[in-house]
Structure formats: structure tokens, C-alpha cells
């Protein structure tokens, strides 16, 4: 199957700093990507979707200016988490897909605010 | 809106017995119907789709539109089919997925 890639895998960062996510599609070009997020034993939230070269579409709920995602490319999709706060500590997975390519997943990465 | 509901959280059976993990769903269009499953410490897998209609592992899932449902089927479990599993809606047109809250199941021995 294909292969999505997230980097970093985990990462800790200060109250008030901000986080970059990066998601990469390795074998096929991904005209979307999804970010999710997934609290412990819960299912995945789905925050928004982005088609490359547009604006992201954020859920309702979901804070477009806390939550910058961009889709500059194919092969590349990238969630920043601005301002970050404890409460914004999770598991963040992205996915991508295209035409051809069902939706595909990353391997998560996990966020930690202290 | 698309829901999807998965009743069971947890689903327990023994190896060698018949599994059927149930997935019911809400839209009023044609859908297209998934089942991911994530094992241990591993990314959510695409396992099946409806519209293949094909076998991965043993599993089966058949779209009963009059129920609205997409069951998740297997006649002999096995050990490492304990894992999470989550069925997935995507509406006519649309391109993201609604996830039902996922079950886990486990084999016992």
C-alpha cells in the first residue's frame, strides 16, 4: 500500500511556543490530506481537510488560527499547532489520498505541552 | 449529517470462534463504506471496503442498505486479529470520512 510519513514521531514543547507537524505522502501524489486528532481510547476527530494549493477546510469547532495547515505541494502537508497550551496535548495523525489512492495513514505524532 | 455507530467498545471471543463486530450508519445517499483496523502501536490500516468486495485476513463485510448497516465478519478468529477496528463513512461527493467510535476486539487463547 502507499506510505504517509510524519515527522516528528513525538515532540514536547513549552506552553506558548508553537509546533510544527510535518505529513508527507512517500509513493503517490496526494491532491488531499486529513488531519485528525485522537484522544486516548477515543476514535480520530477529523480537524480539516486540505487540497493542495487551497485553503484548508477546518471542522466546526476546530480553530483555524490555532491550527495552521498548509498544503504547499503534492507530497507535503504541514499542521502548526500555534501557541500551544496543555489542553492542545494529543495525538495527531494525518492521512492522505488521491484520485487513485485510497485514504492512507500516518503514524501519528504524539504532542506533549508542559 | 453521516454518523456512523459502532455499539460495541470492547468484543471479546475466543480463537476458532465466529466474529462479527457491527457497524450501523446514518445517510440518506449511497455510501461508501470502510473498515480500518489498528493493531498495537501501529497507523490505522485500510482492511476492506464495500465497493471491493473483497476478503483481507479472512474478513468480510457486506452492505445491507435495508439495515443500513456494514458488519465486520470472520469465521475463525485468531489470535492477532485482537486489535482496534473502525468503520468508516464517506458520503456521495465527499471526500473526508466519518469514523464510528471504534471497537476493540480481543482473542482470548
Known amino acids: 500500500g502507499a506510505v504517509v510519513s510524519q515527522h516528528p514521531s513525538w515532540v514536547i514543547c513549552k506552553s506558548g511556543t508553537s509546533v510544527k507537524i510535518e505529513c508527507r505522502s512517500l509513493?503517490?501524489?496526494?491532491?488531499?490530506m486529513f488531519w485528525y486528532r485522537q484522544f486516548p481510547k477515543q476514535s480520530l476527530m477529523l480537524m480539516a481537510t486540505?487540497?493542495?494549493?487551497?485553503?484548508?477546510?477546518?471542522e466546526q469547532g476546530v480553530e483555524k488560527d490555532k491550527f495552521l495547515i498548509n498544503h504547499a505541494s503534492l507530497t507535503l502537508s504541514t499542521l502548526t499547532v500555534t501557541s500551544a497550551h496543555p489542553e492542545d496535548s494529543s495525538f495527531y495523525i494525518c492521512?492522505?489520498?488521491?484520485?487513485?489512492?485510497?485514504?492512507?495513514f500516518g503514524p501519528g505524532t504524539r504532542l506533549t505541552v508542559l | 449529517a453521516q454518523r456512523v455507530t459502532q455499539p460495541e467498545k470492547l468484543l471479546s471471543v475466543f480463537k476458532g470462534a465466529p466474529v462479527e463486530l457491527k457497524c450501523n450508519y446514518s445517510?440518506?445517499?449511497?455510501?461508501?463504506l470502510f473498515w480500518y483496523v489498528q493493531y498495537s502501536r501501529q497507523r490505522l490500516q485500510l482492511l476492506l471496503r464495500?465497493?471491493s468486495r473483497e476478503s483481507i485476513k479472512g474478513f468480510t463485510a457486506d452492505l445491507n442498505k435495508g439495515e443500513t448497516s456494514f458488519h465486520l465478519k470472520k469465521p475463525f478468529a485468531q489470535e492477532e486479529d485482537s486489535a482496534m477496528y473502525y468503520c468508516?463513512?464517506?458520503?456521495?461527493?465527499?471526500?473526508?470520512?466519518?469514523f464510528g467510535q471504534g471497537t476493540r476486539l480481543t482473542i482470548n487463547p
Open positions: 492521512s492522505a489520498r488521491s484520485s487513485t489512492v485510497e485514504q492512507f
Open positions: 509513493d503517490f501524489q496526494a491532491t488531499t
Open positions: 486540505s487540497n493542495e494549493g487551497s485553503k484548508a477546510t477546518y
Open positions: 445517510y440518506s445517499g449511497s455510501p461508501e
Open positions: 464495500h465497493i
Open positions: 468508516a463513512l464517506r458520503a456521495q461527493g465527499a471526500q473526508k470520512l466519518v
